[in-house]
């Protein structure tokens, strides 16, 4: 079988608009509605990386009253940390606070949990990557480039999964089959929330084209 992992790192500009609007339905975002219809017509799972602390928006402003459509949508559309704010996480001194209290906030909305995650500006020292291993990361996505990966694009490191990410879509020259591997097993592609709306078109190419090619979402 062959798989494709889809992901949005730098998400909390959406909560920080529910919280100050109070849309009736997270649906009612067009980031999560177009999720949504990608979720019915292809089949994908969308992992969304958080930033803790957004410009003074903390996570737990957001209102209990998404509890519920989080709760019923919790498999397919998973949350998972990227950072507190705009430090890389291996200099973030900080990072053990502000990983719990994402994954507070995960399990306070009753979201789906993502155990494989991208950090932000990629890396984590060996004391950080134990601490995300103790508590419950899987897998870290790294660059695509500088780095020696296996055959099937992983290496091995503190007992955690190291997985190349092959598509950062905003930087594609172009989205044709030809440029993304189709002949691979597993494919990794992410964007980020602040420019999901100058990429959704491209990305609909991209995970039609998976789907279309026999790979499946997780």
């Known amino acids: 079988m062959k798989l494709a992992h889809f992901s949005i790192d730098d998400v909390g500009a959406s909560f920080r608009y529910m ?3 109070r849309p009736a339905s997270i649906f009612d975002l ?7 219809k990608w979720h019915e017509q292809y089949g994908l799972i969308a992992s969304l990386y958080c930033i803790f602390m957004l410009d003074g928006f903390d996570l737990f402003l957001l209102p209990d009253r998404y509890q519920y459509e989080f709760e019923k949508n919790a498999n397919w559309l ?3 940390f990227h950072s507190r704010c705009s430090i890389p996480f291996i200099k973030d001194a900080d990072y ?3 990983y719990v209290r994402t ?3 995960i399990k306070k909305m009753k979201m789906g949990r993502a155990q494989a995650i991208r950090l932000h500006s990629w890396y984590a020292s060996d004391e950080q990557e134990l601490f995300l291993k103790e508590n419950g990361v899987t897998t870290i996505f790294m660059p695509t480039d500088g780095i020696v990966y296996s055959d099937d694009g992983t290496y091995e490191n503190n007992g ?3 997985r190349r990410t092959d598509c950062w879509i905003e930087k594609m020259k172009d989205v ?5 591997g189709l002949d691979k097993e597993y494919l990794t592609l992410f964007t980020h929330e602040w420019c999901f709306d100058d990429q959704k078109e491209r990305i609909n190419t991209i995970i039609k084209v998976l789907f ?3 790979f499946t979402f997780e």
């Open 19 to 21: 919280y100050n609007k």
């Open 30 to 36: 067009r980031l999560y509605s177009q999720l949504l």
């Open 78 to 80: 998973k949350f998972g």
């Open 96 to 98: 053990k606070t502000s």
């Open 103 to 105: 994954l507070n906030f």
């Open 160 to 162: 955690i999964i190291h």
């Open 176 to 180: 044709s089959e030809a440029s993304f």
């Open 212 to 214: 279309e090619n026999g």
